[in-house]
């Protein structure tokens, strides 16, 4: 016998336990012999090499007179049938897949964020100094606007609104649905500032829309799996998955005509993803971080996924049973032991050494995991809810840019039309000034001439 959790365990004492020595228990009551556990020195259950010759329990069997039988999780195969004879199984058990079990993360506020698309929200971003720089511009250049209000007409400080840091001040508030102080005064700023408002109320209710439909469509805060059947893991890359070459798994794989293990046996041989026995493809999955899953049987599976440090789990299906029988010397001696087999299995002993030694109860150390929990990629992507891309809020960039653009225009025609009757003004003012310098003129020449009248006229009377 080899030693194997949960089927053979070394006491310490010089005594063992496990399932097969509760088997042997049984089997003993019910046939009546007496047995001697001998541990097997290679450590096999058996393989025929080149020459033909058979080693590990199988061939102690063959080769040891005083050995009788090899009571083992042996797997009864063909090569193997025909070299000894076995008992009917004691034991069927299939294959699962073993994956890392996925660390529950839980909800940040990265979800707040979610309802946009990266792309989105730098745009959103851009567009916000955008138009703050505008609103300071047309501040700074529009006639009209509350930089260019007398002091003693501004009681309340509004002269200030639309500085560079105001502006911004104003597009955070307003973007947020809060108050402002003032609004511009000048054509320009206020088509700008109407198509501004425009834009925050599709995005607003897009967003608000799009965050509702995601807390719908992922309220569950289930931890995510790669996937949860054989059919999900043949259709998905992004985790590979490999078993034990030669073993029955292997030989079933490659001769099937299921055409998810057909799928899947041609993805393993492509990536070369086969292991040298459970232990290597369970170490495997471990340092893969969740990019690799190992098809490994049950029983061998549950060893290490009940025992710490607790980070496996099976998904998937039990499939592809193994036979597991008693290698014994001769015939008649597995005929006995099958008698004694089928007693046990109809009043249910082989039942309670099934629940005793394998499935988990006390005596592992991991709870169990059910795939109910969790919830698989392919699931996720079946939701309805994704972040809005830009192309979806493609309208309400539009009527920005109308803004913007119609903004420039009439910023463009307020500053020409006030240059204009600047200009006008001054020529204006010019003229006046130049009229009234030769009415100025002429009263000094007609005072400087009245003396002289005033002379001539005084002589003409003497």
């Known amino acids: 016998m080899n030693l194997e959790y949960p089927y053979l365990i070394d006491n310490g004492d010089g005594t063992f336990s496990g399932f097969m020595v509760d088997l042997l228990d049984a089997l003993s009551k019910q046939d009546g012999f007496s047995y001697e556990i001998g541990l097997n020195p290679d450590d096999k259950y058996g393989s025929q090499d080149g020459s033909g010759h058979w080693d590990g329990m199988i061939g102690e069997v063959l080769q040891d007179p005083d050995i009788q039988i090899a009571a083992a999780p042996i797997v009864i195969t063909d090569e193997r049938k025909s070299t000894v004879p076995f008992t009917r199984p004691f034991l069927n058990v299939g294959h699962r897949i073993v994956i890392k079990k996925p660390v529950v993360k839980f909800r940040t506020l990265s979800v707040l964020f979610e309802p946009f698309s990266l792309q989105l929200w730098i745009m959103v971003i851009v567009i916000c100094f955008i138009v703050s720089a505008l609103l300071f511009i047309v501040n700074k250049f529009s006639p009209s606007e509350w930089s260019r209000i007398r002091?003693?007409?501004?009681?309340?400080?509004?002269?200030?609104?639309?500085?560079?840091?105001?502006?911004?001040?104003?597009?955070?508030?307003?973007?947020?649905?809060?108050?402002?102080?003032?609004?511009?005064?000048?054509?320009?700023?206020?088509?700008?500032?109407?198509?501004?408002?425009?834009?925050?109320f599709f995005?607003?209710?897009?967003?608000?829309?799009?965050?509702?439909?995601?807390?719908?469509?992922?309220?569950?805060?289930?931890?995510?799996?790669?996937?949860?059947?054989?059919?999900?893991?043949?259709?998905?890359?992004?985790v590979l998955y490999g078993v034990k070459p030669g073993g029955v798994m292997h030989r079933h794989m490659k001769v099937t005509r299921d055409p998810?293990?057909?799928?899947?046996?041609?993805?393993?041989?492509?990536?070369?993803?086969?292991?040298?026995?459970?232990?290597?493809?369970?170490?495997?999955?471990?340092?893969?971080?969740?990019?690799?899953?190992?098809?490994?049987?049950?029983?061998?599976?549950?060893?290490?996924?009940?025992?710490?440090?607790?980070?496996?789990?099976?998904?998937?299906?039990k499939i592809v049973n193994i036979p597991y029988g008693i290698a014994c010397k001769s015939v008649d001696i597995c005929n006995r032991l099958t008698v004694a087999l089928l007693k046990e299995s109809k009043s249910g002993g082989l039942t309670l050494l099934e629940q005793k030694w394998l499935t988990p109860k006390s005596n592992y150390k991991c709870p169990a995991s059910s795939l109910e929990n969790y919830i698989s990629k392919q699931e996720t992507a079946r939701l309805s809810a994704r972040p809005l891309t830009i192309a979806d809020a493609s309208l309400a960039f539009v009527v920005l840019l109308l803004g913007i653009v119609?903004?420039?225009?009439?910023?463009?025609?307020?500053?020409?039309?006030?240059?204009?009757?600047?200009?006008?003004?001054?020529?204006?003012?010019?003229?006046?000034?130049?009229?009234?310098?030769?009415?100025?003129?002429?009263?000094?020449?007609?005072?400087?001439?009245?003396?002289?009248?005033?002379?001539?006229?005084?002589?003409?009377?003497?």
């Open 260 to 317: 998810i293990l057909q799928h899947a046996i041609q993805n393993i041989e492509t990536y070369s993803t086969t292991f040298s026995s459970s232990e290597d493809g369970i170490k495997r999955v471990r340092e893969s971080d969740g990019s690799f899953a190992a098809i490994v049987p049950v029983d061998e599976g549950s060893k290490y996924i009940n025992n710490e440090p607790c980070d496996l789990m099976f998904v998937g299906a």
């Open 151 to 200: 002091p003693e007409d501004d009681p309340t400080n509004a002269k200030d609104s639309f500085s560079a840091h105001n502006a911004f001040f104003f597009v955070h508030s307003t973007l947020t649905w809060q108050g402002y102080k003032e609004v511009p005064r000048s054509p320009a700023g206020r088509i700008l500032v109407t198509m501004w408002f425009s834009f925050i």
């Open 406 to 462: 119609f903004c420039i225009i009439f910023l463009i025609v307020e500053v020409l039309i006030h240059r204009r009757r600047k200009m006008k003004s001054s020529r204006i003012s010019k003229e006046g000034q130049t009229n009234k310098s030769a009415d100025v003129e002429q009263a000094t020449d007609e005072q400087e001439k009245a003396p002289i009248a005033t002379n001539e006229a005084t002589n003409n009377i003497d």
């Open 203 to 238: 995005m607003v209710i897009a967003y608000i829309a799009n965050l509702t439909a995601f807390f719908l469509a992922r309220e569950t805060v289930k931890p995510v799996v790669p996937f949860k059947t054989w059919q999900e893991m043949t259709t998905q890359s992004s």
